[in-house]
């Protein structure tokens, strides 16, 4: 399929309107909500620390490994967080889809 360039503008404009508010409000939901469950908080804390200790070990081994043979790394940003890293965070899922539940951005 392809496309003519003021279909791909208006498709990009799109993407860029759906996805900017949505992710904004939801996060904003989010932050709120976790103040308001100081217990919920801790224990994602708890779950995005642990997160970050158990590929450290990993990081420090890709980064090595990437320096040795004059690579680039693509798999960690500079701060350490990895896409495999951040698909594997079940209670962060739980709470986004808790947030949207409650507080959904956009009606069905
Ligand atoms: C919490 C975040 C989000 C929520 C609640 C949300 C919600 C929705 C909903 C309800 C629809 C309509 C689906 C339907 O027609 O049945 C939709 C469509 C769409 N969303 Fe999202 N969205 C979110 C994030 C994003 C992001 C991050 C992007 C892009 C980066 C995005 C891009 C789109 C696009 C392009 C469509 C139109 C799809 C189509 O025309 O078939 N959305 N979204």
């Known amino acids: 399929m392809s496309l003519c360039p003021s279909a791909s503008k208006r498709q ?3 993407f860029l309107l759906a996805g900017f508010d949505t992710t ?6 989010a932050v709120f909500q976790l103040a308001r469950n100081p217990d919920i908080q801790e224990r994602l804390y708890e779950e995005v620390v642990s997160k970050l200790e158990q590929f450290v ?3 420090k081994l890709i980064m090595y490994i990437a320096s040795i043979y004059s ?3 693509h798999l ?5 967080i990895s896409h495999e890293m951040i698909s594997d965070l079940p209670f962060m899922d739980q709470v986004i889809n808790e947030v949207t539940r409650l507080c959904p951005s956009l009606p069905r």
């Not at 904004?24 to 939901?29: K, P």
């Not at 960690?76 to 350490?80: I, L, V």
């Open 57 to 59: 070990c990993y990081r």
């Open 76 to 80: 960690f940003t500079k701060d350490g």
């Open 12 to 14: 990009s404009v799109l």
């Open 24 to 29: 904004a409000s939801t996060l904003t939901t």
């Open 71 to 73: 690579v680039q790394n």
